[in-house]
């Protein structure tokens, strides 16, 4: 199989009641951490490149790992998605360079700047074989470039979603119902303690879901800052070395339910980087005198693995559907 678009996939995740998860790709690691749990669990899987990661591996680097993987796994359907394009130049460059799926992010611009560009880059995709995810609504965080201030955010309008779809032709609509990019989605104000004095964020804004499903019936929704950042990696940081109080993330049950309705896609990065990053101090902290980078990349990549295979099984629900 070559890589493919996320139409296919789409449909019969929202038939299907499952949602494709979507993770970043930065280095080899990654990728083959991903996409060995998706082979092994007979997944569908989105492998999607940020413009931080474009400026950290390259495109050609980036392209060649995936189609290796592509190579790796036959049996999977594997898409190459832009994660937050925000010029149509970098969508048009990555349409041009073997992606199979961009999103144009224009969320922050006017509702009809926001429209002018996204039927601007859908055009050219779809002149081109590829498909475009948009965004309404403003999700708070950090990811890579894109910084919104707490308080800035804004959750999506339900009444906009059906006139910005049918002015744009967008495939699939990115909505903001209370996920959070970064591994510190909500402050402690924010949220409420539970008895192990683990912060408990705000629950997601289902109302909002629902109102844009009924809009859009059988459209793609998709939910980015979806990492739920699991206490026991925090944990494994902090032990090591690390320095991550209060890191707290959208809890995996929430984002199970949403999997069941119209979202076909979930974007999870932060809960990849904090296994890598805690086995990694893990084992700096055991074996002081190894320097061989394949020794400490190796439980790297075994914990990408090990992530990857739990959002497919426990929060995705896509295990099997290849
Ligand atoms: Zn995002």
Redesign the pocket.
Known sequence: MSLVTTTEMFKKAYDGGYAVGAFNVNNMEIVQGITEAAGELKSPVILQV?KGARAYANHTYLVKLVEAAVIENPEIPIALHL??GDTFELCKSCIDGGFTSV?I?ASSKSFEDNIALTKQVVEYAHDHGVVVEA?LGT?AGI?DE?VVESGKEAYTRPEEVEEFVSRTGCDSL?IAIGTS?GAYKFTAAQCTRNEEGILVPPPLRFDVLEECIKRLPGFPIVL??SSSVPQEFVKMVNEYGGNMPDAVGIPEEQLRKAATLAVCKI?I?SDIRLAMTGNIRKYFAEHPDHFDPRQYLKPARQAVKDMVAHKIKYVLGSDGKA
């Open positions: 940020s994660d937050h999103m992010d965004e999700l990811e894109v990115a990019h980015h800052g974007n990065d």
